[in-house]
């Protein structure tokens, strides 16, 4: 597939994982330079083999950290593309099966690490971090994997997952016709449940 001459909207991603595929299409006119920047990495291979290193249930499953693949030496959650992205806030609400960019407590700190929302609606996320994508299909993997048991961390967040989930590899494709039915410095994160942005190791 050519990224340069496909209109980001007319594609799909599969993220295939140990427990099912999640299908996400992407919002281009609201987030354009992160939405490609997803599809770049992902047909690069860059998501291959990078757990979901952060669960909250009833908040956000998040991934896309390099340093979660087997044999990596840095701390999950902390690496990155080696490049940054401007924010591209808008106004599509944090609900569930959101597709959002993590980043630091610096707005214009977004790489390649993402959080699925798994909670209905994260108020306090709208507007400060940015929405490039949706779960069309596959919430019931979201759903058992944001139901996996977690240890605390360091920073005190009961949010390091007990099992290890991969995505194995994202297969980009021709967007399908569905129904309504479907809906190295500060580490890149979603915020606490129910405060700012928490501040980590890149």
């Known amino acids: 597939m050519d990224l340069e001459t496909t209109d980001h909207a007319t594609i799909e991603a599969a993220l295939v994982t140990d427990k099912g595929t999640m299908v996400v299409t992407f919002f281009p006119e ?4 992160h939405v490609a920047s ?24 998040q991934t896309g950290c390099p340093n979660s ?29 959101i597709l959002s960019m993590a980043r630091s407590q610096d707005p214009d700190s977004a790489g390649s690490q993402f959080f699925v929302m798994h909670g209905e609606h994260a108020q306090h996320l709208d507007g400060a971090y940015t929405v490039f994508g949706k779960v069309e299909e596959g919430l019931d993997v979201l759903d058992e994997i944001a139901s996996i048991d977690c240890e605390f961390g360091p920073g005190g967040e009961k949010s390091v997952p007990t099992e290890r989930v991969e995505i194995k590899n994202v297969e980009l494709r021709e967007r399908q ?4 039915a479907a809906a190295d410095g500060d580490s890149e994160s979603a915020p606490g449940d129910e405060k700012g942005a928490e501040a980590g190791d890149e």
């Open 30 to 33: 609201q987030a354009p330079k």
């Open 38 to 61: 997803f599809l770049k990495l992902a047909q690069d291979g860059f998501y291959d083999g990078v757990a979901v290193h952060r669960i909250v249930r009833n908040f956000m499953i």
């Open 69 to 97: 693949k087997q044999g990596a030496t840095g701390i999950p959650g902390t690496g990155g593309p080696g490049y940054r992205l401007e924010a591209e806030f808008n106004d599509i609400s944090h609900t569930r099966g």
């Open 177 to 180: 016709q569905r129904g309504d």
